[in-house]
């Protein structure tokens, strides 16, 4: 277990409805300066949109990518989805912060998998059957974006119907995957943040997304 000092930060999600539903989710963040220790940005924007679905996440099977601190993928699991974190095999790191984040929220049945984007791998290739693939900034390194696309397409189309849920922050005018989407036979559409509740300086409680420009977009394999 990793021994570094963390600190947990408390997201809260909230409709005012007749119901006047909430769900408080707690993520243990390291303090270090790796990618994964903490919840960015975007994490919070995708977290809201599921928050928004989360009926529909009942029973479903959802895989987050990269997950670090894993809000996204918690809050499915907390919304009766059945959930499998991963991130890179080669960072166990960030793997034990998915773990840390399960054991934060009392989730037991949650697996945990080393998945190095790009690779096809056993552990991806054993995967169950998908209804939904999550990545919460995973478009951050322009020489990965490939890398991604590569293994969300394997996942697309052992999983026909499935769809991959992104939100990314658009950290160059020179940022597109436009021409990997084709090169994959994959399509997109845009998710705008008004539609859920998100287009705001402040989530769940949370002084994130801040500032920051987040978009979102769905990802489905390109039909005939």
């Known amino acids: 277990m ?123 290739t054993l995967l169950p059957e998908l209804d939904v693939i999550l990545g919460s900034d995973v478009f951050y390194e322009p020489q990965d974006f490939e890398d991604v696309l590569v293994t969300v397409a394997f996942l697309l189309r052992k999983n026909p119907t499935a769809q991959f849920w992104t939100t990314y922050q658009e950290r160059s005018s020179d940022w597109s995957i436009e021409a990997l989407l084709h090169r994959w036979r994959l399509s997109c559409v845009d998710v705008h943040l008004e539609t859920f509740d998100a287009d705001k300086p402040e989530l769940a409680g949370s002084s994130l997304p801040g500032n920051h420009s987040v978009l979102m977009m769905i990802v489905t394999l390109k039909t005939e």
Not at 21 to 46: F, K, N, R
Not at 81 to 99: F, G
């Open 2 to 124: 990793d021994q570094r000092e963390t600190a947990s930060r408390v997201f809260t999600f909230e409709e005012q409805t007749d119901r006047q539903e909430s769900l408080s989710v707690c993520i243990p963040e390291v303090l270090d300066p790796q990618y994964g220790m903490y919840v960015w940005p975007c994490a919070v924007v995708l977290a809201q949109y599921l928050w928004t679905r989360r009926d529909e996440l009942r029973d479903k099977t959802v895989l987050e990518l990269g997950a670090g601190v894993s809000l996204p993928g918690v809050l499915a699991a907390r919304c009766g989805a059945q959930v499998i974190l991963s991130d890179s095999a080669e960072t166990p790191l960030c793997l034990e912060n998915c773990r840390r984040s399960c054991e934060a929220n009392g989730l037991r049945d949650v697996d945990v998998l080393g998945l190095t984007w790009g690779e096809i791998s056993p552990e991806l």
